[in-house]
Nanobody, 113 residues
Framework: QVQVVESGGGLVQPGGSLRLSCVVS????????MEWYRKAPGNQREWVAQ???????YYEDSMKGRATISRDNAKNTCYLDLHNLQPEDTAVYYC???????WGQGTQVTVSS
């Protein structure tokens, strides 16, 4: 069974930055599409970004220019760098390995002064 473990969330002031990490077990990571989602209180979970096995990246419109998704196949790790965070970015951020439909438990990001 694939395990997905996110980390890196926390409390940050408006305008701040965070790096979220997602470590995935198993041997399929390097061939996998990876995605990040987020769920804010009272909202449905929404897609944030995707990186393909070849490194092509895609972003939700509101995150373009403020988020960078990347991967390190040697470490089975996917990253989401978040910049210029705003209170509306407060949410639990989730990582997903698309090929196995495996999700992590999420990491909380709170943006507040």
């Amino acid at each position: 069974q694939v395990q997905v473990v996110e980390s890196g969330g926390g409390l940050v002031q408006p305008g701040g930055s965070l790096r979220l990490s997602c470590v995935v077990s198993g041997n399929e990571f390097s061939n996998s599409i990876m995605e990040w989602y987020r769920k804010a209180p009272g909202n449905q979970r929404e897609w944030v970004a995707q990186i393909t096995a070849r490194g092509r990246v895609y972003y939700e419109d509101s995150m373009k220019g403020r988020a960078t998704i990347s991967r390190d196949n040697a470490k089975n790790t996917c990253y989401l760098d978040l910049h210029n965070l705003q209170p509306e970015d407060t949410a639990v951020y989730y990582c997903k390995q698309v090929s196995t439909n495996s999700w992590g438990q999420g990491t909380q990001v709170t943006v507040s002064s």
